[in-house]
């Protein structure tokens, strides 16, 4: 992480500064834009690669009226007390995305703050964006979002009781309650996830049941060779691949068979 370096250099933590709600939400609350991944998951992340702390600015309508020197003033200057900062090239800051790295770096200069602008990062010569990635997964590409993530994306969720569907017919599922992140198109997943430091396959279903004429979306998760209690216990998934997506089978026979062969994909998958 470039920023634990240069914190290294000048003898102070490293502190990631995150927002929430996404400023869109803020602005145009009737635009749907589902984020990436909650605040405690981004959290977490951050701090599993190097961050000594992880300071999340409540953002509101006055933040987002803040001038580009005024931002810089209260928040980098007065709030942080910032001593060096690292930010990628097409950084934006202030009301209307008006500052730039170029005016950050003349603020900076005059406030005695060390600025490190990393070179952007590229895959397949374009770069790596939350805009190409949610379109990844708003595709349901999960491998190729993986690819620009440098990890599989995930959902984690609180496990609640379904319909008991799932265990009649021989593969019992832990539902999880959809959480405001992108969850991919409906279809079948490959996908895993941890069980006491146990790697489990896990076959996801998104989606309604179209054989069973159920209309409300969910996520349903069969973990492969496990038999456990998990209801309202927190499952973190991740997705690995796409598998195919769903159908309107003529009996629960066939739906069955679908269901072995969707396991059967998902072991050759995950290993």
Known sequence: ????????????????VTFDPHP????????????????????????QHGADAVIVLPVSRDLLSMGPEDFFDSVVVDQLQARGMVEGPDFRFGRDRAGDTAMLKALCSSSGIELTVIAEITETSAMISSSRIRKQISSGDVSG?????????????????????????????????????LIPPD??????????ERVVSVAISVGSNPTFDTQERRIECHLIDFDGDLYDQSLQVEWVDR???????KSVQELKQAIAQDVETCRRIVK
């Open 24 to 47: 869109v939400k803020v602005l145009r609350p009737e635009v749907k834009l589902p984020v990436l991944t909650q605040i405690a998951d981004r959290s977490r992340l951050l701090r």
């Open 187 to 196: 279809g079948v997943y490959a996908g895993r996830t941890l069980i006491d």
């Open 243 to 249: 598998i195919r997506g769903l159908s309107r089978f």
């Open 145 to 181: 979002a993986a690819q620009l993530l440098g990890r599989a994306p995930f959902v984690s969720g609180t496990v609640v009781r379904g319909d008991g569907r799932g265990r009649d017919l021989g593969y019992p599922t832990a539902n999880l309650q959809i959480p405001d992140v």
């Open 1 to 16: 992480m470039c920023a634990r370096r240069v914190a290294q250099k000048l003898s102070a933590p490293t502190v990631i």
